[in-house]
């Protein structure tokens, strides 16, 4: 029978080994069934959890934490014991996983260990990978917050739960009063180290259920998960008030026109930007005195 191709092995002093090398736990046939299992979908959340099952089929793994120098992720449960092994050196991005084991392994489970963990590293490796470039493919590059996509994705999601389950959300537009004067006055650089501040300020005003992102230029977004029109409004007048917690927002003198609207059944993502759009610009007008829903 032909040879396959080598796996990477941390237990060999060649680093590799081949399918049908003797002195191995998992059998060939358990190895196939291993890998194609952890070929099965490249999205990250999913692989670990099936290698997490792989592993408890076998072992007394409670949990995994995968990092590399960019993302981490974890999974499963705590456990009482930690053994951190590494991918190999030509592997991109450059991971490493922490096993949490419900005991300490004995040296048959530690070798089994090694051998598992030589088969799910590198599909793991290119699951982290995949997630990173979505993650970027989903950030403003300038200020870390969600961009126009992922804002549109997510409100999409919110809208769907809402028709399926009654559940309640909103929408907070924010729009930066005379920015461009920034720009002109002082240039871009400083216009963009305005933006930074302006959505460290918007993200400290958000519960960690709660979504910031940049919609372009000079405004952003939030959605408000569970959400009530008082609370939307709190979070609104928290907002305006965070400009002044920033040196350099003080400096510039910068505030904000907010304008906010509730999911009501029914609505569209268009009609739900509408409404509060429409309030932001009636703020701006000097039509109110404090924020509004529409």
């Given at each position: 029978?032909?040879?396959?191709?080598?796996?990477?092995?941390?237990?060999?002093?060649?680093?590799?080994?081949?399918?049908?090398?003797?002195?191995?736990?998992?059998?060939?046939?358990?190895?196939?069934?291993?890998?194609?299992?952890?070929?099965?979908?490249?999205?990250?959340?999913?692989?670990?959890?099936?290698?997490?099952?792989?592993?408890?089929?076998?072992?007394?793994?409670?949990?995994?934490?995968?990092?590399?120098?960019?993302?981490?992720?974890?999974?499963?449960?705590?456990?009482?014991?930690?053994?951190?092994?590494?991918a190999p050196h030509h592997t991109e991005p450059q991971i490493n996983i922490s096993y949490r084991f419900a005991r300490k392994p004995g040296s048959h489970e530690e070798r089994l260990l090694y051998e598992l963990h030589d088969c799910i590293v590198?599909?793991?490796?290119?699951?982290?990978?995949?997630?990173?470039?979505?993650?970027?493919?989903?950030?403003?590059?300038?200020?870390?917050?969600?961009?126009?996509?992922?804002?549109?994705?997510?409100?999409?999601?919110?809208?769907?739960?809402?028709?399926?389950?009654?559940?309640?959300?909103?929408?907070?537009?924010?729009?930066?009063?005379?920015?461009?004067?920034?720009?002109?006055?002082?240039?871009?650089?400083?216009?963009?180290?305005?933006?930074?501040?302006?959505?460290?300020?918007?993200?400290?005003?958000?519960?960690?259920?709660?979504?910031?992102?940049?919609?372009?230029?000079?405004?952003?977004?939030?959605?408000?998960?569970?959400?009530?029109?008082?609370?939307?409004?709190?979070?609104?007048?928290?907002?305006?008030?965070?400009?002044?917690?920033?040196?350099?927002?003080?400096?510039?003198?910068?505030?904000?026109?907010?304008?906010?609207?509730?999911?009501?059944?029914?609505?569209?993502?268009?009609?739900?930007?509408?409404?509060?759009?429409?309030?932001?610009?009636?703020?701006?007008?000097?039509?109110?005195?404090?924020?509004?829903?529409?």
């Amino acid at each position: 029978m032909d040879q396959l191709a080598p796996l990477y092995s941390s237990t060999d002093k060649n680093r590799f080994f081949h399918f049908g090398d003797s002195g191995r736990l998992l059998s060939d046939s358990e190895m196939l069934a291993i890998l194609q299992r952890m070929l099965s979908t490249p999205e990250l959340d999913k692989l670990a959890d099936i290698a997490l099952t792989l592993l408890g089929e076998r072992l007394t793994v409670t949990g995994l934490e995968i990092h590399t120098p960019e993302l981490g992720y974890a999974t499963g449960l705590a456990g009482v014991y930690h053994r951190q092994l590494e991918a190999p050196h030509h592997t991109e991005p450059q991971i490493n996983i922490s096993y949490r084991f419900a005991r300490k392994p004995g040296s048959h489970e530690e070798r089994l260990l090694y051998e598992l963990h030589d088969c799910i590293v590198v599909p793991l490796a290119h699951a982290m990978r995949h997630a990173q470039l979505s993650r970027m493919a989903t950030k403003d590059h300038l200020t870390g917050l969600g961009n126009r996509a992922c804002f549109d994705e997510a409100l999409q999601r919110l809208i769907s739960h809402a028709r399926r389950n009654g559940s309640l959300f909103g929408l907070v537009v924010i729009d930066m009063d005379k920015f461009k004067a920034i720009n002109d006055e002082y240039g871009h650089q400083e216009g963009d180290k305005v933006l930074i501040n302006v959505a460290k300020a918007i993200n400290d005003c958000l519960r960690d259920t709660d979504f910031a992102f940049r919609f372009g230029g000079d405004e952003f977004c939030c959605l408000i998960e569970d959400a009530d029109q008082k609370a939307m409004l709190c979070i609104a007048q928290r907002i305006r008030r965070a400009m002044n917690g920033y040196p350099l927002l003080r400096q510039h003198n910068v505030s904000c026109s907010i304008g906010v609207s509730l999911y009501r059944q029914g609505d569209s993502s268009d009609s739900l930007f509408e409404r509060a759009d429409m309030a932001l610009y009636q703020l701006k007008e000097g039509n109110f005195q404090e924020v509004e829903s529409a």
